[in-house]
C-alpha cells in the first residue's frame, strides 16, 4: 500500500473522528509494540469541529455488562430479527431498548453506521444550569493598562452569553468581592491579602452558608441555594448596566508604593476565594474564573517574590541553584487550588499582561489542570492582549460559543489492549478497571479523565500498551478497537455525550514489517514523542529528556533505515519517516525543551500551550514552517535552514507564537526604492502584498494570537528568523552541567546537516 | 485593520475589526501553510532544492544602481484571494449624512415602547446613557464611522431586526470601546428589552418622522 493512501487514509480519519495514531497497523504483541520505539499513542480532540454532523436527541445505548458499559457503535454484530446486539469490546450480547423495536438493515439507527463512527448525542438530565464568568482583577496597574484592561472588561459583557451569570473580585493588597445589585449603591466584601482561609470560612464571611440541602449525585445545585449566592453572581442581562459603571469607576489599588518597591499584590488569597465562592454555591456547573494580572503575586500564600525590586523574580538559574526561595511553597499552594477547581469542574484562565514575569510558573497549574486558557501579554493596552480576549468568545457556523465545560472522557479498549496514559489539559479522575495498565505514561492509573474547560482544539496524547503475548497468534478478525466516551456541557448548556469508536488492523510484526512502516504516522509520531518530552522536563530536570529524545531517535533509524552496517552512506530512511529525523532534531532546539533562552514563565507559557493543541499547530510549533515568496513561481515550502535565506525572495515563517516576514536584501531594497508605487511594477507589489494576505488569515483565527514581525536583510528583528534557521550559539554551554554517561548521544549547537551526519553515524554502527 | 501598538508590546499584531474577525472565524479551513521539505540526505534523492519553477541562473542581488525588478506580466501565483472587509467598515471615511435626531427619534421610539412595561428604573438608566450618547455626538467627540453605525443600528431596531442591531453593537464596543464603552451598554439593553415586547406594543407605536428617507445603504 502506497504512502499516498495512507495519507489520505489517515487525514480522512483525522477529520471525521478527530484521532491521528502514530502506527495505523498494530504490532500484535506486546514485546514487538515496544521494539517500534514509539508507543502506540494517538492525538484525539474530543469535540473535533465537525460542521456536517448533526447531534441526535436521544440517549446513547449501553452494553449492559457492569464492567463494560461500552457504546453501541458501527463495529457491533447485531441481530436485526432478535433484536441483539453483541458488544464489540466485551462481546456481552444485549437486548436493544423498546424504541428500537422498528430497527432492520435497511433502517438502521445512525450510530449503527459506518461513517457515525463518531456520533454526539443532546441528553435531557435536569435543570440547565447557566455557564458562571467570575472576573478576578488586579488593580495594582499602571493607569493607562488598567484603563485599557476595564474597558475590554466592558466590550466583555457584550460578549457573553445572555443568560450567563457574572461576578467580580478585585485584588491589591487587599481582596474585594464585589456585590452586585441594581439599586446602584456598589457594597463589597473585603479580605485582607495575607491571611489564608478555607473554603467553608470564605463561605461564612461572605454569608453563603445555610443549613445543608442533601444534594443528590450528578444534579446541579437546586435554585435556592443560587439565590444566596447571587448577591455576588448575576446575570449579565439583567446586571450588565450596573456592572459597566462599576468597573469604569474602578480605580488604582490606592496604597501607595514606595520607591524601590513593587506593589503589594494579593493573587493567591483572590484566586482562593474565587474558587471558594463558586464551590460552595454551584458545583458542577460551567464556569469560568477569569484572572487578569499585570505583575507577580508579592503578598500572603501564593506569593512568588517579595515586594523589593532589588530582589529579582527568580530565572532557570536561580532554579537550578535551588535559590527560588518561593516557588516550592507558591506551586503546592496553587496546585492545591487547581485541583479543587477541577474537582468542582471549574476552570481558571490566567490573562498576564506585564513586561516583567507574573508568575506563570508556579500558577500554571490553575490553567494546565483545568483546561484553562493562558494568555501572555506585555500590557493590557496591546492588540495582542485585545483580540485574543476577544477570541475567548468567539462563535462558530451555528452561532454556538465554541467554550464547552465539565469535559469528563471516558476510554475503553478491546481486550488485546490496556491504557496507559494521557497527556494534555485535564487531570485524572482514578477510574480504575480492566482496560487500564501497570504501565504508566503521562497521567495513568486511570480509564477516565476530567478536561473541564473544552474547546474544538483541545487535544489529548492518550498512550496506549498492547498486551497480547508474543507468539500468540493475531486476534480473530484482525482488528483491535478503542472507544473515546466524551460527556460535556455545551455552551447553550445542553449536555451531550460525544462518542468516537476507531478500529485498526493487527499484523505480525516479524512478517509484516513493510505494512506497519507503510501505516506510520510521522507527525503524529513526533508531537506524540514531543508531549512525552515536555512531561518528563517538567518533573525531572536537565539533559536527561533530550539524551532519551536522542536514544529513542537512534533506535527508530537503527530499526527502520535500511543500511549496510558501519556506512553511514548508504543509510535511508523510507518515505513514512523521511521527516521524523528533522522533527526531532527541531524538537532539541525548541524552547519546550531548551529552556535558558526564556525565563521559566515564557517557557511555561509555550509549554502550556503545546501540550493541549491539535496535530497541525503543535507541529508548528515543534518545526516552524517556512514559505518563500518570488516571481518565479506560487509561494512554496523550503527548509527551515540558513539556505533559504536569498536576496530576491520573501520568506514568511510560522512559529505558532510568531509570525515573520522577512524581505530579502534585493527586496528590501525595491521596497524602499518605492517601486512598489509605480504602475508598471504591479507584479512587484503584488509580491510584496502576498505573504500579508497569509499572513492575515492566521492572524484573524489563531489563538492566541501571535505576535507580528516585519523585517527585512539587516533588520534587528531579523533575529526571530534567523535564530531559528541557524545552529544556536548559545547552546554551547547547555551540556556543560549535565555529566556524560557514555550512552550514544548527538552533539548540540549543530546544523541539520551535522545532525543527520551524526545520526547517521550512529544508527549503523555495529558499536551502538 | 489597524496597526497594533508598537509603544507598548513589541511586534504587537495589527488589530482587525469585529466584523473581519467573526467571518474569519465562523468556518474554520484547514491550515494551509502546511507543507514541510524532507532534508536532502534521507529522501533518496540528491535535490537540494525545493520543488518548483526552474530558477534563473543566479538569484538576483543588489548591484550599484540597484537594477530595477522585473516588469514583466507574469504575477506570482496567489494562494488566496485577499479577506475581503464587512460592508459596514467599507464606507468607513465618508461623513456620517445622518443628524443625531434622526438617530436619537429612533431610539426615543424605542425606549418609550419599554415604558409601558420595562421596570423605570432600568428605563430611566438607559435613557441616562442615550442622554450621554447623544452629548458625544453633538460635541463632536464620536467619529463619524460610530456615527454611521449607530444610525444604521437604529434603523434595524426600528425595523424589529434584532439580531442585526444586536450584532451591530457588538461591532461597535469592539471596534470603538473607547469612544463607546460610557453608553453602548444602554444601547445594548435597549435592544435587549425592546425585543422582548408585546408586538402589539411595538406595531403601536407610530413610524417616528424620517423613517423612510433615503437608505443608508451600507
Redesign the interface.
Given at each position: 500500500v502506497s504512502m499516498a493512501t495512507y495519507q489520505e487514509f489517515i487525514q480522512q480519519n483525522e477529520d471525521r473522528d478527530g484521532v491521528r495514531f502514530s502506527w495505523n497497523v498494530w504490532p500484535s504483541s506486546r514485546l514487538e509494540a515496544t521494539r517500534m520505539v514509539v508507543p502506540l499513542s494517538c492525538l484525539f480532540t474530543p469535540m473535533k469541529?465537525r460542521?456536517d454532523l448533526p447531534p441526535v436527541q436521544y440517549e446513547p445505548v449501553l452494553c449492559s455488562r457492569p464492567t463494560c458499559k461500552a457504546v453501541l457503535n458501527p463495529l457491533c454484530q447485531v441481530d436485526y430479527r432478535a433484536k441483539l446486539w453483541a458488544c464489540n469490546f466485551c462481546f456481552q450480547r444485549n437486548q436493544f431498548p423498546p424504541a428500537y423495536a422498528g430497527i432492520s438493515e435497511g433502517n438502521q439507527p445512525a450510530e449503527l453506521m459506518p461513517q457515525f463512527s463518531t456520533i454526539e448525542y443532546i441528553v435531557q438530565r435536569g435543570p440547565q444550569t447557566p455557564l458562571i464568568f467570575l472576573y478576578v482583577v488586579d488593580i495594582c496597574l499602571e493607569e493607562?493598562d488598567l484603563q485599557a484592561l476595564?474597558?475590554?472588561l466592558?466590550?466583555s459583557?457584550?460578549?457573553l452569553p445572555?443568560n450567563a451569570l457574572v461576578g467580580l473580585i478585585t485584588f491589591g493588597r487587599m481582596v474585594q468581592v464585589h456585590e452586585l445589585s441594581?439599586e446602584g449603591i456598589s457594597k463589597s466584601y473585603v479580605f485582607r491579602g495575607t491571611k489564608d482561609l478555607s473554603a467553608k470560612q470564605i463561605q461564612e464571611m461572605l454569608g453563603l452558608t445555610k443549613p445543608a440541602v442533601p444534594v443528590q449525585q450528578g444534579r446541579p445545585a437546586q435554585p435556592q441555594d443560587r439565590s444566596i449566592s447571587s448577591r455576588f453572581l448575576q446575570p449579565v442581562?439583567k446586571i450588565?448596566?450596573n456592572l459597566?459603571d462599576l468597573l469604569?469607576e474602578l480605580q488604582r489599588d490606592p496604597w501607595p508604593v514606595p520607591q524601590g518597591k513593587r506593589p503589594l499584590r494579593s493573587t493567591g488569597i483572590a484566586l482562593s476565594i474565587a474558587v471558594g465562592l463558586l464551590e460552595g454555591t454551584l458545583p458542577n456547573t460551567g464556569a469560568r474564573i477569569m484572572l487578569f494580572t499585570g505583575g507577580p503575586p508579592t503578598q500572603g500564600p501564593g506569593m512568588v517574590v517579595g515586594d523589593e525590586l532589588k530582589t529579582p523574580i527568580r530565572s532557570w538559574h536561580d532554579i537550578e541553584k535551588d535559590n527560588a526561595k518561593h516557588l516550592k511553597k507558591a506551586t503546592k499552594y496553587y496546585e492545591a487550588l487547581a485541583s479543587r477547581s477541577a474537582v468542582n469542574g471549574h476552570c481558571i484562565d490566567i490573562y498576564a499582561c506585564a513586561l516583567d514575569q507574573t508568575g506563570l510558573l508556579e500558577m500554571k497549574c490553575c490553567s494546565n489542570l483545568t483546561g484553562g486558557h493562558i494568555v501572555m501579554?506585555?500590557?493590557f493596552?496591546?492588540?495582542?492582549?485585545?483580540?485574543t480576549f476577544?477570541?475567548v468568545f468567539?462563535?462558530?457556523?451555528n452561532g454556538e460559543f465554541r467554550m464547552a465545560f465539565g469535559g469528563e472522557l471516558e476510554v475503553k479498549t478491546s481486550r488485546e489492549l490496556k491504557i496507559s496514559g494521557a497527556i494534555g489539559p485535564c487531570v485524572s479522575l482514578n477510574a480504575k478497571g480492566p482496560c487500564v495498565s501497570e504501565t504508566e505514561l503521562g497521567l495513568g492509573g486511570t480509564s477516565q479523565w476530567k478536561i473541564c474547560g473544552i474547546n474544538?482544539f483541545t487535544t489529548l496524547g492518550m498512550y496506549f500498551e498492547v498486551v497480547n503475548q508474543h507468539n500468540a497468534p493475531v486476534p480473530q478478525g484482525g482488528r483491535g478497537a478503542i472507544q473515546f466516551i466524551t460527556q460535556y456541557q455545551h455552551s447553550s448548556t445542553q449536555k451531550r455525550i460525544r462518542v468516537t469508536t476507531v478500529a485498526r488492523n493487527w499484523a505480525d510484526a516479524q512478517s509484516q514489517i513493510q505494512h506497519i512502516e507503510a501505516a506510520f504516522d510521522q507527525e503524529a509520531a513526533a508531537v506524540l514523542m514531543a508531549r512525552l518530552g515536555v512531561f518528563r522536563a517538567e518533573s525531572e530536570e536537565g539533559p536527561d529528556v533530550l539524551r532519551w529524545l536522542d536514544r529513542q531517535l537512534i533506535r527508530l533509524c537503527q530499526k527502520f533505515g535500511q543500511f549496510h552496517k558501519d556506512d553511514p552512506n548508504s543509510?535511508?530512511?523510507s518515505?513514512s519517516f523521511?521527516?521524523y529525523?528533522?522533527f526531532m532534531f527541531h524538537l532539541r532546539r525548541s524552547p519546550f525543551l531548551q529552556v535558558f533562552n526564556n525565563s521559566p514563565d515564557e517557557s511555561s507559557y509555550y509549554r502550556h500551550h503545546f501540550v493541549r493543541q491539535d496535530l497541525?499547530?503543535s507541529?508548528?510549533m515543534i518545526?516552524p514552517?517556512l514559505?518563500?515568496?518570488?516571481?518565479?513561481?506560487?509561494?512554496?515550502?523550503?527548509?527551515?535552514d540558513s539556505s533559504s535565506i536569498?536576496?530576491?525572495?520573501i520568506l514568511?515563517m510560522?512559529t505558532f507564537f510568531?509570525?515573520v516576514i522577512y524581505h530579502g536584501?534585493?527586496i528590501a531594497?525595491?521596497r524602499k526604492?518605492g517601486?512598489q508605487e509605480m504602475a508598471?511594477?504591479?507584479?512587484?507589489k503584488?509580491?510584496l502584498?502576498?505573504p500579508l494576505?497569509?499572513a492575515?488569515?492566521?492572524?484573524?483565527?489563531r489563538f492566541p494570537?501571535?505576535?507580528?514581525?516585519d523585517t527585512e536583510h539587516g533588520g534587528s528583528?531579523a533575529r526571530f528568523l534567523l535564530s531559528k534557521v541557524n545552529p544556536s550559539q548559545t547552546h554551547n554551554n547547555l551540556y556543560a552541567w549535565g555529566q556524560e554517561t557514555g550512552a550514544p548521544i548527538l552533539t548540540d549547537d549543530v546544523s541539520?546537516?551535522v545532525f543527520?551526519d551524526h545520526l547517521?553515524k550512529l544508527a549503523v554502527s555495529s558499536a551502538s | 485593520?489597524?496597526a497594533?501598538?508598537q509603544e507598548?508590546?513589541?511586534?504587537?499584531?495589527?488589530?482587525?475589526s469585529?466584523g473581519?474577525?467573526?467571518q474569519?472565524?465562523?468556518?474554520?479551513?484547514?491550515?494551509?501553510?502546511?507543507?514541510?521539505?524532507?532534508?536532502p540526505?534521507?529522501?533518496?534523492s540528491q535535490v537540494s532544492l525545493?520543488?518548483?519553477?526552474?530558477?534563473?541562473a543566479k538569484?538576483?542581488?543588489?548591484t550599484l544602481p540597484?537594477a530595477?525588478?522585473?516588469?514583466?506580466?507574469?504575477?506570482?501565483?496567489?494562494?488566496?484571494s485577499?479577506?475581503d472587509s464587512t460592508a459596514l467598515s467599507a464606507s468607513a471615511h465618508t461623513e456620517c449624512e445622518a443628524s443625531i435626531e434622526d438617530v436619537m427619534g429612533l431610539l426615543d421610539w424605542a425606549l418609550t415602547a419599554c415604558r409601558t412595561t420595562v421596570k423605570r428604573?432600568?428605563c430611566d438608566?438607559?435613557s441616562k446613557?442615550l442622554t450621554l450618547f447623544q452629548e458625544m455626538w453633538i460635541s463632536g467627540k464620536l467619529s463619524s464611522p460610530v456615527k454611521k453605525r449607530m444610525y444604521y443600528l437604529a434603523q434595524e431596531l426600528k425595523k424589529q431586526n434584532w439580531d442585526s442591531a444586536d450584532e451591530t453593537?457588538?461591532s461597535l464596543?469592539?471596534d470603538y470601546?473607547?469612544e463607546v464603552?460610557?453608553w453602548?451598554?444602554?444601547v445594548?439593553?435597549l435592544i435587549?428589552e425592546t425585543r422582548n415586547l408585546p408586538t402589539e406594543v411595538l406595531n403601536a407605536e407610530g413610524p417616528s418622522p424620517k423613517e423612510d428617507t433615503t437608505q443608508n445603504t451600507q
Amino acid at each position: 500500500v502506497s504512502m499516498a493512501t495512507y495519507q489520505e487514509f489517515i487525514q480522512q480519519n483525522e477529520d471525521r473522528d478527530g484521532v491521528r495514531f502514530s502506527w495505523n497497523v498494530w504490532p500484535s504483541s506486546r514485546l514487538e509494540a515496544t521494539r517500534m520505539v514509539v508507543p502506540l499513542s494517538c492525538l484525539f480532540t474530543p469535540m473535533k469541529e465537525r460542521p456536517d454532523l448533526p447531534p441526535v436527541q436521544y440517549e446513547p445505548v449501553l452494553c449492559s455488562r457492569p464492567t463494560c458499559k461500552a457504546v453501541l457503535n458501527p463495529l457491533c454484530q447485531v441481530d436485526y430479527r432478535a433484536k441483539l446486539w453483541a458488544c464489540n469490546f466485551c462481546f456481552q450480547r444485549n437486548q436493544f431498548p423498546p424504541a428500537y423495536a422498528g430497527i432492520s438493515e435497511g433502517n438502521q439507527p445512525a450510530e449503527l453506521m459506518p461513517q457515525f463512527s463518531t456520533i454526539e448525542y443532546i441528553v435531557q438530565r435536569g435543570p440547565q444550569t447557566p455557564l458562571i464568568f467570575l472576573y478576578v482583577v488586579d488593580i495594582c496597574l499602571e493607569e493607562e493598562d488598567l484603563q485599557a484592561l476595564k474597558e475590554s472588561l466592558q466590550m466583555s459583557l457584550s460578549l457573553l452569553p445572555p443568560n450567563a451569570l457574572v461576578g467580580l473580585i478585585t485584588f491589591g493588597r487587599m481582596v474585594q468581592v464585589h456585590e452586585l445589585s441594581c439599586e446602584g449603591i456598589s457594597k463589597s466584601y473585603v479580605f485582607r491579602g495575607t491571611k489564608d482561609l478555607s473554603a467553608k470560612q470564605i463561605q461564612e464571611m461572605l454569608g453563603l452558608t445555610k443549613p445543608a440541602v442533601p444534594v443528590q449525585q450528578g444534579r446541579p445545585a437546586q435554585p435556592q441555594d443560587r439565590s444566596i449566592s447571587s448577591r455576588f453572581l448575576q446575570p449579565v442581562h439583567k446586571i450588565d448596566m450596573n456592572l459597566t459603571d462599576l468597573l469604569g469607576e474602578l480605580q488604582r489599588d490606592p496604597w501607595p508604593v514606595p520607591q524601590g518597591k513593587r506593589p503589594l499584590r494579593s493573587t493567591g488569597i483572590a484566586l482562593s476565594i474565587a474558587v471558594g465562592l463558586l464551590e460552595g454555591t454551584l458545583p458542577n456547573t460551567g464556569a469560568r474564573i477569569m484572572l487578569f494580572t499585570g505583575g507577580p503575586p508579592t503578598q500572603g500564600p501564593g506569593m512568588v517574590v517579595g515586594d523589593e525590586l532589588k530582589t529579582p523574580i527568580r530565572s532557570w538559574h536561580d532554579i537550578e541553584k535551588d535559590n527560588a526561595k518561593h516557588l516550592k511553597k507558591a506551586t503546592k499552594y496553587y496546585e492545591a487550588l487547581a485541583s479543587r477547581s477541577a474537582v468542582n469542574g471549574h476552570c481558571i484562565d490566567i490573562y498576564a499582561c506585564a513586561l516583567d514575569q507574573t508568575g506563570l510558573l508556579e500558577m500554571k497549574c490553575c490553567s494546565n489542570l483545568t483546561g484553562g486558557h493562558i494568555v501572555m501579554g506585555d500590557s493590557f493596552n496591546t492588540s495582542l492582549f485585545k483580540q485574543t480576549f476577544q477570541r475567548v468568545f468567539t462563535k462558530d457556523y451555528n452561532g454556538e460559543f465554541r467554550m464547552a465545560f465539565g469535559g469528563e472522557l471516558e476510554v475503553k479498549t478491546s481486550r488485546e489492549l490496556k491504557i496507559s496514559g494521557a497527556i494534555g489539559p485535564c487531570v485524572s479522575l482514578n477510574a480504575k478497571g480492566p482496560c487500564v495498565s501497570e504501565t504508566e505514561l503521562g497521567l495513568g492509573g486511570t480509564s477516565q479523565w476530567k478536561i473541564c474547560g473544552i474547546n474544538q482544539f483541545t487535544t489529548l496524547g492518550m498512550y496506549f500498551e498492547v498486551v497480547n503475548q508474543h507468539n500468540a497468534p493475531v486476534p480473530q478478525g484482525g482488528r483491535g478497537a478503542i472507544q473515546f466516551i466524551t460527556q460535556y456541557q455545551h455552551s447553550s448548556t445542553q449536555k451531550r455525550i460525544r462518542v468516537t469508536t476507531v478500529a485498526r488492523n493487527w499484523a505480525d510484526a516479524q512478517s509484516q514489517i513493510q505494512h506497519i512502516e507503510a501505516a506510520f504516522d510521522q507527525e503524529a509520531a513526533a508531537v506524540l514523542m514531543a508531549r512525552l518530552g515536555v512531561f518528563r522536563a517538567e518533573s525531572e530536570e536537565g539533559p536527561d529528556v533530550l539524551r532519551w529524545l536522542d536514544r529513542q531517535l537512534i533506535r527508530l533509524c537503527q530499526k527502520f533505515g535500511q543500511f549496510h552496517k558501519d556506512d553511514p552512506n548508504s543509510f535511508r530512511l523510507s518515505e513514512s519517516f523521511s521527516l521524523y529525523p528533522q522533527f526531532m532534531f527541531h524538537l532539541r532546539r525548541s524552547p519546550f525543551l531548551q529552556v535558558f533562552n526564556n525565563s521559566p514563565d515564557e517557557s511555561s507559557y509555550y509549554r502550556h500551550h503545546f501540550v493541549r493543541q491539535d496535530l497541525t499547530q503543535s507541529l508548528i510549533m515543534i518545526q516552524p514552517i517556512l514559505y518563500s515568496y518570488s516571481f518565479y513561481g506560487p509561494p512554496e515550502p523550503v527548509l527551515l535552514d540558513s539556505s533559504s535565506i536569498l536576496p530576491d525572495r520573501i520568506l514568511l515563517m510560522d512559529t505558532f507564537f510568531q509570525l515573520v516576514i522577512y524581505h530579502g536584501e534585493t527586496i528590501a531594497q525595491w521596497r524602499k526604492a518605492g517601486y512598489q508605487e509605480m504602475a508598471e511594477y504591479e507584479n512587484f507589489k503584488q509580491l510584496l502584498q502576498a505573504p500579508l494576505d497569509d499572513a492575515q488569515e492566521i492572524l484573524q483565527t489563531r489563538f492566541p494570537m501571535p505576535r507580528y514581525v516585519d523585517t527585512e536583510h539587516g533588520g534587528s528583528q531579523a533575529r526571530f528568523l534567523l535564530s531559528k534557521v541557524n545552529p544556536s550559539q548559545t547552546h554551547n554551554n547547555l551540556y556543560a552541567w549535565g555529566q556524560e554517561t557514555g550512552a550514544p548521544i548527538l552533539t548540540d549547537d549543530v546544523s541539520l546537516q551535522v545532525f543527520m551526519d551524526h545520526l547517521k553515524k550512529l544508527a549503523v554502527s555495529s558499536a551502538s | 485593520m489597524v496597526a497594533g501598538n508598537q509603544e507598548k508590546g513589541w511586534n504587537d499584531p495589527p488589530q482587525f475589526s469585529y466584523g473581519l474577525q467573526t467571518q474569519a472565524q465562523g468556518v474554520q479551513k484547514r491550515n494551509f501553510l502546511n507543507k514541510r521539505v524532507p532534508p536532502p540526505q534521507l529522501d533518496g534523492s540528491q535535490v537540494s532544492l525545493p520543488s518548483g519553477a526552474p530558477l534563473p541562473a543566479k538569484p538576483l542581488s543588489p548591484t550599484l544602481p540597484l537594477a530595477p525588478p522585473p516588469s514583466t506580466v507574469v504575477l506570482p501565483a496567489r494562494r488566496l484571494s485577499a479577506v475581503d472587509s464587512t460592508a459596514l467598515s467599507a464606507s468607513a471615511h465618508t461623513e456620517c449624512e445622518a443628524s443625531i435626531e434622526d438617530v436619537m427619534g429612533l431610539l426615543d421610539w424605542a425606549l418609550t415602547a419599554c415604558r409601558t412595561t420595562v421596570k423605570r428604573q432600568v428605563c430611566d438608566e438607559v435613557s441616562k446613557r442615550l442622554t450621554l450618547f447623544q452629548e458625544m455626538w453633538i460635541s463632536g467627540k464620536l467619529s463619524s464611522p460610530v456615527k454611521k453605525r449607530m444610525y444604521y443600528l437604529a434603523q434595524e431596531l426600528k425595523k424589529q431586526n434584532w439580531d442585526s442591531a444586536d450584532e451591530t453593537h457588538r461591532s461597535l464596543i469592539v471596534d470603538y470601546v473607547n469612544e463607546v464603552s460610557q453608553w453602548m451598554v444602554g444601547v445594548k439593553r435597549l435592544i435587549a428589552e425592546t425585543r422582548n415586547l408585546p408586538t402589539e406594543v411595538l406595531n403601536a407605536e407610530g413610524p417616528s418622522p424620517k423613517e423612510d428617507t433615503t437608505q443608508n445603504t451600507q
